[in-house]
T-cell receptor, first 108, second 114 residues
Framework: GQSLEQPSEVTAVEGAIVQINCTYQ??????LSWYQQHDGGAPTFLSY????GLEETGRFSSFLSRSDSYGYLLLQELQMKDSASYFC?????????FGQGTELSVKP | DTAVSQTPKYLVTQMGNDKSIKCEQN?????MYWYKQDSKKFLKIMFS???????INETVPNRFSPKSPDKAHLNLHINSLELGDSAVYFC?????????????FGPGTRLTVT
């Protein structure tokens, strides 16, 4: 089957760095995406890794290691507005398979 | 301009009723999707369409019937609603099937079945 595992909750303070891990079990994924969802809002695309290594987009970076079936999202210089749920998602032909989401709480 | 829009935003109805949710995207994308997000925030693919053609049906009960009159619209009709159908339904689109990793989501429709 296809499944992705993430921690359910992470707490950090403003200005800190936080890493949200994602491990997956599937042979069919050809890349890993990350989405952010604020309470009551829609998921929004953050980043995508098709190849092993680090992708950087401003304060957010994402990493993928295919050999370890593992990826992470790194958020730097945390701000209160970063409090949200973060989902990793595996790309399978014609669809995304989402992890169960990690709720990030940023404290002052 | 809203990229992906859905109507209605809220839908409260009784068991056994039939209801529809409409979705439109003005991004010129070829591929559209329906997702169901349950109370634990688990987001699950239901259907995907490419240029009006169904390409993914994730073992959804046949009470759910999607319809794509053109590639900018993907509607979802639900027959004989059940309590377990209560959830937030999101429509999404991507440029095409090869860019399914980058999807643009609508605001969601919160369906409550009583």
């Amino acid at each position: 089957g296809q499944s992705l595992e993430q921690p359910s909750e992470v707490t950090a303070v403003e200005g800190a760095i936080v890493q949200i891990n994602c491990t997956y079990q599937t042979s069919g994924f050809y890349g890993l995406s990350w989405y952010q969802q604020h309470d009551g809002g829609a998921p929004t695309f953050l980043s995508y890794n098709a190849l092993d290594g680090l992708e950087e987009t401003g304060r957010f970076s994402s990493f993928l290691s295919r050999s370890d079936s593992y990826g992470y999202l790194l958020l730097q210089e945390l701000q209160m507005k970063d409090s949200a749920s973060y989902f990793c998602a595996g790309s399978s032909p014609g669809k995304l398979i989402f992890g169960q989401g990690t709720e990030l709480s940023v404290k002052p | 301009d809203t990229a992906v829009s859905q109507t209605p935003k809220y839908l409260v109805t009784q068991m056994g009723n039939d209801k529809s949710i409409k979705c439109e995207q003005n991004l010129g994308h070829d591929t559209m999707y329906w997702y169901k997000q349950d109370s634990k925030k688990f987001l699950k693919i239901m259907f995907s369409y490419n240029n009006k053609e169904l390409i993914i049906n994730e073992t959804v009960p046949n009470r759910f019937s999607p319809k794509s009159p053109d590639k900018a619209h993907l509607n979802l009709h639900i027959n004989s609603l059940e309590l377990g159908d209560s959830a937030v339904y999101f429509c999404a689109s991507s440029q095409d099937r090869s860019r399914d990793y980058e999807q643009y989501f609508g605001p969601g429709t919160r369906l409550t079945v009583t």
